[in-house]
């Protein structure tokens, strides 16, 4: 009913950042790298999870758990996502669902290594 | 850990948020033209506007609600003298701005200090790809400004603002060529729909696109993908097919609304009438108050059953349609749009009846404007107040003699404003 | 309110989905959706 951009890239966006595959691989997220949110990027929680935006890109993004937004608040003071998700607690089974989102964040500039 | 199938974006969007993702603010109702197809019917500035501080107020109120951005609009609000003051104040206080303008005051040096702002974007209307279709609905010169405008911003260095376009039935034909504007000065194309609210009443019969035209618009946006904005205006298309780019629903006091010259709350900009009046900025609880205690937002973000649209197996992906567009053709709001993509809105529409649709009171139209708009359907009685404006029906604070009225050609957008005398 | 004219679905005009059968768990399962900051209709 709408069209999602896992695996596009917006008009005019920005390059994905390094340690995310090309556009059309949003399935791979390199865990074992340190990120941080795009410092342009405004985070509001709702009851939900988050609505994230991106004053350069102009994109907004939903994020459809909390856990979700914990885990990509933890990312700037963690050595890499995988450690982040774990201080935040998501179970190894879920690692790989947060890890497509996670992809998703990163093909679209919302997150950045740092 | 959830167990539970996360919901999806629309239904969380559908039953209102706590503040509004972004909205529309009109900053005045004052306007150097008078397009014929003026959704918030606009030519004179109202006694009532909101004060540079009440402005600041409501900024403040947005950056508090972490409101994303706003699109200022109006009238022309490049005409009030405060307008870069407010435009700076909310970008300092990280409220992003983009503005609606006819391109009047959009000089080499406001090109240049758009130019090197990562915080202010700006649309430039525009209804015609030639003079002649757009000097048509929008008045002698308008095309020229406009055009004036995009040559400064590309000159400047802006890359990527809006050229912002209402689809008519008169430039349905002129897609291509509002592209290649786009792309001559570096902007990106926004189409959006026509819908017959405010001056748009009385020329929406002669200026909407007819059934044949709207379905070649959507295959030329389906063909255009994400390049060409529409700022979601026609999700009543997809009916058609492939949904178009966007959240495909109604946003109206759930995710958006208009804030109007005078502080009042209305649901969206196309329906600036008291049935979609839901509160004033200036009211106790503010703007906040308004978003999150207003009755009529309550029952906007009430699931919707469809009413007699449920049973058409379109109405999953259209939601029925606009409701702006269904109330001001006076058709149910729980039944089909006007512009319905399978047809039941003709039906619906030689259903209606002899009644005159409702026509909104808020009216700021120079009188030249109202009587070049064009024949009105409803024949109906003009409300026309002669008199003083409100602030001098009664002696003055000071007891100093009362200023006569602001004259109608007054172009200062702050003229007669009194701080002792505004609000409530 | 009667609703004949309404019941009558044109045939010829299939109902919408789109999603392909295989999307419709994926879509679901995602939990990052994303939209353009212009895609919300209400504002102009």
């Not at chain 2, 197809?37 to 006694?47: I, K, Q, V």
């Not at chain 2, 900024?59 to 405060?82: H, K, S, W």
């Not at chain 2, 349905?172 to 609210?197: E, I």
């Not at chain 2, 107040?385 to 200062?412: F, K």
């Amino acid at each position: 009913m709408r069209r999602l951009l896992s695996t596009g890239q917006p008009a005019g966006a920005a390059a994905p950042a390094d340690g995310a595959g090309g556009s059309d691989s949003a399935a791979f997220f390199d865990l074992d790298r340190a990120w941080r949110l795009h410092p342009r990027v405004s985070v509001r929680p709702e009851s939900f999870g988050a609505l994230l935006y991106h004053f350069g890109t102009r994109r907004l993004s939903f994020l459809k758990e909390p856990a979700l937004l914990a885990l990509v608040e933890a990312l700037p003071a963690h050595p890499s996502a995988r450690a982040a998700a774990a201080a935040v607690g998501v179970p190894d089974a879920r690692l790989g669902h947060y890890q497509q989102a996670l992809a998703t964040l990163a093909a679209s500039d919302m997150l950045v290594l740092g | 850990m959830t167990t539970t199938a996360p919901t999806r974006l629309v239904d969380h969007f559908s039953r209102g948020l706590a503040a509004p993702i972004c909205l529309t603010w009109e900053l005045t109702y004052a306007c150097n033209l008078a397009c014929r197809h003026c959704l918030s019917s606009s030519g004179r500035r109202d006694p009532r506007e909101l004060s540079t501080a009440e402005c600041r107020a409501v900024i403040d109120e947005l950056e508090r609600l972490q409101v994303f951005y706003v699109n200022i609009g109006g009238g022309e609000p490049t005409v009030r003298a405060d307008f870069w003051e407010l435009v700076d104040y909310a970008t300092a206080h990280h409220v992003g701005v983009k503005f609606s303008t006819n391109g009047v005051r959009i000089t080499p040096q406001v090109a240049a200090r758009l130019a090197a702002s990562d915080y202010v974007d700006v649309q430039i209307s525009l209804d015609g790809a030639t003079a002649e279709v757009n000097d048509a609905v929008r008045g002698a010169g308008s095309y020229a400004t406009a055009v004036r405008a995009m040559e400064n911003l590309a000159a400047a260095g802006m890359r990527g603002f809006k050229l912002s376009v209402v689809v008519t039935r008169h430039n349905v034909s002129q897609l291509d060529g509002f592209a290649a504007l786009a792309d001559r000065y570096g902007a990106q194309l926004r189409l959006t729909r026509l819908r017959p609210s405010g001056r748009g009443a009385d020329t929406w019969d002669e200026l909407h696109p007819t059934a044949a035209q709207q379905r070649e618009l959507y295959d030329w946006l389906v063909a255009a993908g994400e390049n060409v904005l529409t700022g979601d205006s026609f999700f009543h298309l997809s009916a058609y097919g492939q949904a178009l780019p966007g959240l495909n629903l109604c946003g109206a006091g759930r995710v958006v609304c208009l804030i109007d010259p005078v502080g009042d709350v209305y649901a969206c900009p196309f329906a600036i009438h008291d049935e979609f009046l839901a509160g004033n900025v200036r009211d106790t609880g503010g703007f906040t108050g308004v978003w999150r205690t207003s009755e009529l937002f309550a029952t906007l973000r009430e699931p919707q059953s469809g009413g007699a649209c449920a049973s058409c197996g379109h109405y999953d992906s259209c939601r029925g349609g606009c409701m702006a567009a269904k109330f001001f053709t006076g058709l149910p709001l729980d039944g089909p749009d006007p512009e319905c993509a399978v047809g039941h809105g003709v039906d619906a529409l030689l259903a209606r009846g002899e009644a005159a649709p409702p026509r909104s009171s808020v009216d700021h139209s120079r009188p030249a404007a109202r009587a070049a708009a064009g024949t009105r359907r409803s024949g109906g009685p003009v409300p026309v107040t002669i008199g003083r404006a409100p602030h001098l029906a009664g002696a003055t604070a000071a007891g100093s003699h009362p200023r006569p009225p602001v004259s109608a050609c007054e172009e200062n957008p702050l003229a007669g404003f009194d701080p002792a005398t505004t609000g409530r | 309110m009667e609703q004949s004219v309404l019941e009558q679905v044109d045939p010829t005009v299939p109902a919408v989905d789109t999603t392909t059968a295989g999307d419709a768990g994926l879509v679901d399962d995602l939990l990052v959706e994303e939209v353009s900051i212009d895609g919300m209709c209400g504002v102009y």
